[in-house]
């Protein structure tokens, strides 16, 4: 959800996405993981990448948020606000 809220904003390559876990999330994820995951979320429909390729350094794979994508995060933001409501709900009957 991190990685597909990050790319919604804006398209990033995946070393900007690595650095906004850490920047917005506080998420100390290590780089493996995050293009393991862009690739697997790729696979699954949830994100594209075209390459870009400068006339200095090495060409970078963009990646974008899907339609699929987009839906997606829609449908576990909305349940993860059900999810949160109720675990409030909870916190507020425990006595401090």
Not at 54 to 61: C, D, L, V
């Amino acid at each position: 959800m991190a990685i597909l809220s990050i790319v919604r904003s804006k398209p990033a390559h995946g070393s900007e996405i690595h650095q906004a876990l850490k920047d917005k999330f506080n998420m100390d994820v290590p780089k493996p993981l995050v293009y393991g995951l862009l690739r697997i979320m790729e696979h699954q429909g949830l994100l594209a990448s075209t390459w870009e390729i400068k006339e200095s350094g090495p060409a970078k794979r963009v990646y974008t948020i899907t339609e699929e994508g987009l839906d997606y995060l829609t449908m576990v933001l909305d349940k993860l606000k059900k999810a949160k409501e109720i675990i409030e709900r909870i916190v507020s009957e425990i006595p401090q």
